[in-house]
């Protein structure tokens, strides 16, 4: 199939019986990839956007002939909820929740904490997406990208972690001058604490 022909693809024509009850994925370079464009497309548009289309930036809620990424912490999400497989093709070998849990610890930083909050968001019916471009761990969404602005980023520390006031400042008008509240989440606790600018 072409690029061009497989762009006609209506994801509205793909139903529950066209995915399999786990979709499979490939563990590679440390990287989670869908390579089935199928099965990506589904995952982020029928699933509540899980997954980044490579190659293209900013997805549009259609089909694409594309396969897709899955960051690690959406990776174990969905392998928690039996969602995908994860299959190493240079060890010949699926991985076990537990098993990818512990590698994803071993080469993402903050790992625990953010999956936690993630895990969190998603519980609550939010779209937390990476929010690297905004200088924060999530950029959260309440319906999802394409559907609307954010309304908020988040950072994800622990309850001990420092943060420093002018850290606090810095946050607060990366935020402003993106329309956003700034988020600090605590994933012990899962307490939020939302900073706004105010003029006394």
Known sequence: ????????????????????????????????????????????????????????????????????????????????????????????????????????????????EKFVIYQDLREKGYVPRPGLKFGADFVVYRKGPGLEHSPFIAHVLPHDAKISAIDMVRAGRLATSVRKKFVIANPLTLSYYFFEWFKP
């Open 1 to 112: 199939m072409t690029e061009e022909k497989g762009s006609q693809i209506s994801i509205d024509d793909i139903e529950e019986k066209d995915i399999p009850e786990k979709i499979p994925t490939k563990f590679i370079n440390n990287r989670v990839i869908v390579f089935n464009p199928i099965y990506a497309s589904y995952l982020y548009i029928k699933q509540k956007f899980f997954g980044s289309p490579l190659g293209i930036s900013k997805p549009r809620l259609e089909y694409f002939s594309k396969p897709s990424e899955l960051s690690l912490i959406e990776a174990s999400y969905l392998l928690k909820n039996d969602k995908i497989t994860i299959y190493d093709p240079k060890l010949d070998k699926f991985y076990s929740y537990d098993e990818f849990y512990e590698i994803s610890k071993s080469i993402h930083h903050k790992f625990e």
